[in-house]
């Protein structure tokens, strides 16, 4: 650390903040954030209550969302456990939305609120508005008002047709809202006006969609022989997608249901991508940003100290085998790997310009922009994992295999293991092996309209059985007639898992 | 570029209304969980809320996702022991390292029940929802009211005691100056022609005189009008509000005789406090009376009621001779809500239960709210039942059920006092 400027005065370290002292914190930190070339949105900084921090944390952080009983079972949840003391509350909350919002806690102390200003006001709100994932997949500036659109759409609608008919439909979808996420393509942006207006055309062109393609009377097919056309043609991933645009007996404002609950979950599909990245790059910063300070003498060693003690909590790493351990931390793995990267920039080792030729010895800024910027962390991992990380967490991998009664450990963080481990630890982070591979695979239009899916298992690994037939029923109410799921097994036959109704 | 905004002072309770949503969708399972709680209760506990555990099975959002078996490959960190190709001993419950970690997220954590407290109120309101007090309409007004004295203005005749000193003197002083302003108005004319005169370098002698002696006058006549005055005098007024009482007493009568056994005893337990708490909703203040009988019978206190050991035959009619005269004793009818809940397996002298049915439409019926005869037992109704049947049509306040066992007995509370169609 280096000594403090005696020429400077540092800001003070409070404990107590005021206003003033976090827009002088705020100017500072902002001047070193434009020194390392972060692009960010325009900040709009709230503070609010604890109270209100439950609020906020129970809407799964969106700043306004529509009324649901499951929110309430969140912060009932929330609320009690941070009563019992088993939790404290996130420190911050921030916003994917132009300007970026970001919550300041009323009770923190202003080294947590500087803290959490160079955390999320400029570490997440560049990456929110630099990756490509976010690039390509939310529009920053029309969700708040995407956001309130459908509040308000939901509350119109149980005004009109009663909360209970709302809710069935909201609970039926949001138990298929992993399966409402276009993986592939890109959705356009509009803004609040336009959505409002094309919601209208979109609920009478719809409807007349949806009855052309059921207006056929069924008639027998005039060739037996004849291979009877898939509907839809290629299966399809976005099952709530295809029922908004299908399902034969949906009114339009439940399609309109369908569709909120569905941009939502799109909305927040790269936030699940780029966890480890997310969380890294905003704790690199805001550990690069509040360091730079201290060097330059603006911030006391009181502060400093405070700050060091929250930093190393939040990324600190409990073993396999400790109480506390419930996997791979985020914010420790992101925050080292981001370090890592910059040492391998500064100063590489002949290890780090063995598996890392392009990138040892470049100018580390542009290398950690290029790596935010063009990666998720599956393969943010795959690319930029060093053994150097691997041997500081003591990383192995293990293979869990049903058929084998015990647990085999494939690789460690040694030679030979470097590669396995890698890949591993990258898989584990690919979303399409999390979640499970369940299609749209044909529906029997001219027949008795049921609705087929298709369960692909990877690695043999089964459905869970308890909750299938739960979101069966689910999928059942949505698409109004016979709805099945089939598995389709390695070598090639199909089984059927579950059914609604039953018999 | 930046705005700070302090949202400090903004609604607190964005959650309030997903909450209510929370306690609406699972109302059935929170109501079953208050009715259990009820049991755990003394019967006069009423001023705490209760925590509410819902199986966390009924309350899971279900999703797709896998399930155990098949294999998996995970990355674990803080390596301490093994090396490559180890063979580890599968884990139980799947804590630790292993497996079990990648699929658990979904399932929402673990099994535990989901546990959340309720205010007071909810809990209450939740318990009693659609019930209604007997018969409080019909005699409210004319019956079961006490008269509250409670102040209403002044008036200008009392008892001393009752002055008010501020409002007399205010009267007393308003008073002096309606009565003395015209005097002193012509005083201070008269002042006012005396400094003229005297300024005069010839005063009109005569007419200094007759001013003199005119102000004298004056100042005579204004010092004799009279500090206070009965006229002034305001006294407090009272009147009598007739209020209805908030009062009400709550006689349990329980036999316990060998026949009632531990069992059955906890049950009417319940229903005795079902009732007490169904009475605090609506009552500011509520005694109870326990009263046991088995030949003889015994006001005793809440411990002794339910868990004393006795024997012996049964004689009903004692334990409602002892209501009846603790009621003309402590509790006058006029002024306190009577309500009174039997329990018993249904046992009496044959004998006996005529006489109980004559006590009961001559002498307690009358006074009484409301009157409950519970009889807990499997077997058939016996003669005390059978002569009860009998006063059903003569009084509306007065009500039999049977129950079997635990499991009837919030039903029953809920048939006896529910809401009566309008």
Redesign the interface.
Known sequence: MAKANPKVTPLSDGPDWTFPLLEAYHQEIRRVADYYQLDTYPNQIEVITAEQMMDAYSSIGMPLGYHHWSYGKKFIQTEQNYKRGYMGLAYEIVINSDPCIAYLMEENTITMQALVMAHASYGHNSFFKNNYLFKTWTDASSIIDYLLFAKEYVSRCEEKYGISEVEDTLDSCHALMNFGVDRYKRPQKISMEEEQKRQQEREEYLQSQVNQLWRTIPTKPSVESTQRQHFPSEPQENILYFIEKNAPLLKSWQRELVRIVRKISQYFYPQKQTQVMNEGWATFWHYTILQHLFDEGKVTERFILEFLHTHTNVVSQPAYNSQHYSGINPYALGFAMFTDLRRICETPTAEDKEWFPDIAGAPWLETLHFAMQNFKDESFISQYLSPKVMRDFHLFAIVDDAKDPSLEVAAIHNQQGYQTVRQMLSAQYNLSQLEPNIQVYDVDISGDRSLRLRYIPQQGIPLAPDSTNEVMKHLHRLWGFKVSLEQQNEDGSITELSRCPAA | ????????L?G????A??????????KQQIKKAVSDAVSKRSVTDVDSGESITIPNKD??????????????????????Q?????????PDGGT????G???AS??GEGSDD????ISKDEYLDLLFEDLELPNLKKNQLDKLVQYKQVRAGYRAEGVPSNIDIVRSLRGSLARRIAMSAGKRRELAELEQELALLQQDPVPDQHRLLLIQDQIKQLKQRIAAVPFIDTFDLRYRNYQKRPEPTSKAVMFCLMDVSGSMDQATKEMAKRFYILLYMFLSRSYKNVDVVYIRHHTQAKEVDEQEFFYSQETGGTIVSSALKLMKQIIDERYDAEQWNIYAAQASDGDNWTDDSPLCAQILRSQLLPLVRYYAYIEITPRAHQSLWQQYETLLPEFEHFAIQPIRDVADIYPVFRELFKKQAA
């Open positions: 570029m930046v705005h700070f905004i302090d949202r400090r903004n607190k309770n964005k959650s209304v997903n909450r209510q949503r929370f306690i609406r969708r699972y309350i899971s959002e279900p999703m797709f996702h896998h399930g155990k078996g098949g294999r998996r490959e995970m990355v674990h960190p803080g390596n301490d093994f090396s490559q190709g180890d063979r580890i001993k599968r630790g390292q292993g497996s970690k990648g699929d979904a399932d989901f546990v959340f407290s």
